[in-house]
């Protein structure tokens, strides 16, 4: 067990490509560049704080693409001629990397899962071990729904089908639904778990590492302007609530520009990051473009601060109430299994749906018409 080490974000700049062959020269080369200077550049010596851990933002290696082109859907699209399979060519090359600077390599990519489809893809959070094994997959579960189109398809669209694919595989424990779903691996470095992007914005998503005990929290990604920049803040506050709260460290890479059709390059503001379990700050990114930043997580700190009950949420959670609170359903599950791999708009449409429902059983409150002001 290593009690103490830094943890590198690296906030790189993605170019968007349209097939998977471009993956290496627009991206990946200039990742093994910044895992190299994270490695050697940002640590301290053996006898404090090596670099132990180096991520990277969410799909780091493809970025985003938005023309279906020959398909019916971008998920198709990106399932045919983008999307990698985990572990595979790509990740051996930086297994690589792992193995020479004894480091874990942590990102996102789009993957293809054939044993479920090879219609649409899923956005796949890997960690790789310094042996060069993915020891870690986690799979997106709050998609980020815009009719304009840019995501993966949730283990939610193809709930049971997931569970029986993915059960035991890649740090979950076998016949245990949440570890399917919200994985939490032990390492030498701690505890780790990963959430992706907008999973952040639903807090059970943090709470189903935290009541696993997950010690350092990976997060890959930020918000869009202008919700990721102040006075709003979103990205940071989800970060830094969600470490208080659990009492873990967070490690949040978000992304430097973008180049891809449909994109301004600064869409995302940076804000990369790493949060201690008190919910402070302890090295911020604050400004947009590629960048790498670090700082020093203390393992056996947090340990022993999670034997204290003050401030101990996790401990004080009254469960009998709360599952009152998800007692019915509201975003539908299984939709691919029951309707093939839906666009964007079709998605919306179905939480439109629930909007309406929520209206009629009186749970929300319609405006007044306005048409006449």
Known sequence: MIDRYTAACVQSNRLGVSHRREIRQANLNRALELIDYASVR??????YA???LVMFPEV???GWWRDPGPYKTVLEKVAKDIAIRIPGEETDLLAERARKHKVFIAGTAHEVIPEISADYPFNC?????PEGEVVLKYHKYNNYLVRSGRDDASPHDVYERYLEVMDGKHGRRKGDRLSCLF???ETEIGKLGYIVCNDGFTFENFRALGIQGCEVMLRSSGMLEPEGSPPQGIWEVGNRAGAFFN???VVAAAPG???????PSNVFPGHSMVVDFHGAILAHANYQGEAVTAAVIDVDMLRSRRMDPKHHWVTQMRMDAYREIYARTVYPKNLFLEKGPLD????????IAVIKRFVREGVYKAPRDRSGC
């Open 50 to 52: 090596p670099t132990k």
């Open 344 to 351: 964007y708009g079709e998605r919306i449409d179905e939480q």
């Open 183 to 185: 994985p939490v691996v």
């Open 125 to 129: 959070a890997f960690v790789i071990s």
């Open 60 to 62: 780091f290696m493809q």
């Open 257 to 263: 520009d973008i180049v891809a059709p449909g994109f």
């Open 42 to 47: 940002l640590g301290y010596n053996d006898h």
């Open 247 to 249: 009492l873990m460290y």
